[in-house]
T-cell receptor, first 113, second 112 residues
Framework: KQEVTQIPAALSVPEGENLVLNCSFTDSAIYNLQWFRQDPGKGLTSLLLIQSSQREQTSGRLNASLDKSSGRSTLYIAASQPGDSATYLCAVKDGGATNKLIFGTGTLLAVQP | DTAVSQTPKYLVTQMGNDKSIKCEQNLGHDTMYWYKQDSKKFLKIMFSYNNKELIINETVPNRFSPKSPDKAHLNLHINSLELGDSAVYFC???????????FGSGTRLTVV
């Protein structure tokens, strides 16, 4: 059974710092991995999608990597801003017959001005 | 031009009532999903429909009944609501295995 874990559960950094969020999954048979952000009381915004054959994806100040064999992904945020404060969720699309998207527990990020 | 839209955004109701949440996507995706986000913010899949056919039913109580009249719509009907049903319910859609998911903005259900 696929399980997705995110570390740390919460992170507070001063503005301008570079930071890394971690995601690990137990079954490497995945179709893809997707990073989302969720603002308080809001829906999920997709940030980056990495296919199982890819190693990384970049969008602006965000860079996500995927090491499928070790069951790990990282989300790197460069030059953090207060507007980056949100919960970041990692999710893997299971490679089984049902192709479920299985979520991690999330990292609550606070960027202090 | 919202991609995945859910209604209502908020729903407050008494125990024992029956309620429905509607979801529509205009992305041309062929698979739609319902997810539940509990008080600890953990998101868990409930149902998945592909071209109106039920694909996933994650041991959800049969008080919950999804209905997909066409591949652009997936509604969720809940009978005999209980306090523990209070949560945020998210609808989502995707196109193929290699595509990502697009989520709606959620419906916050409060059962009193």
């Amino acid at each position: 059974k696929q399980e997705v874990t995110q570390i740390p559960a919460a992170l507070s950094v001063p503005e301008g710092e570079n930071l890394v969020l971690n995601c690990s999954f137990t079954d490497s048979a995945i179709y893809n991995l997707q990073w989302f952000r969720q603002d308080p009381g809001k829906g999920l915004t997709s940030l980056l999608l990495i296919q199982s054959s890819q190693r990384e994806q970049t969008s602006g100040r965000l860079n996500a990597s995927l090491d499928k064999s070790s069951g790990r992904s990282t989300l790197y945020i460069a030059a953090s801003q207060p507007g980056d404060s949100a919960t970041y969720l990692c999710a893997v699309k299971d490679g089984g017959a049902t192709n479920k998207l299985i979520f991690g527990t999330g990292t609550l990020l606070a960027v202090q001005p | 031009d919202t991609a995945v839209s859910q209604t209502p955004k908020y729903l407050v109701t008494q125990m024992g009532n029956d309620k429905s949440i509607k979801c529509e996507q205009n992305l041309g995706h062929d698979t739609m999903y319902w997810y539940k986000q509990d008080s600890k913010k953990f998101l868990k899949i409930m149902f998945s429909y592909n071209n109106k056919e039920l694909i996933i039913n994650e041991t959800v109580p049969n008080r919950f009944s999804p209905k997909s009249p066409d591949k652009a719509h997936l509604n969720l009907h809940i009978n005999s609501l209980e306090l523990g049903d209070s949560a945020v319910y998210f609808c989502a859609s995707s196109l193929t295995d290699s595509h990502g998911y697009t989520f709606g903005s959620g419906t916050r259900l409060t059962v009193v």
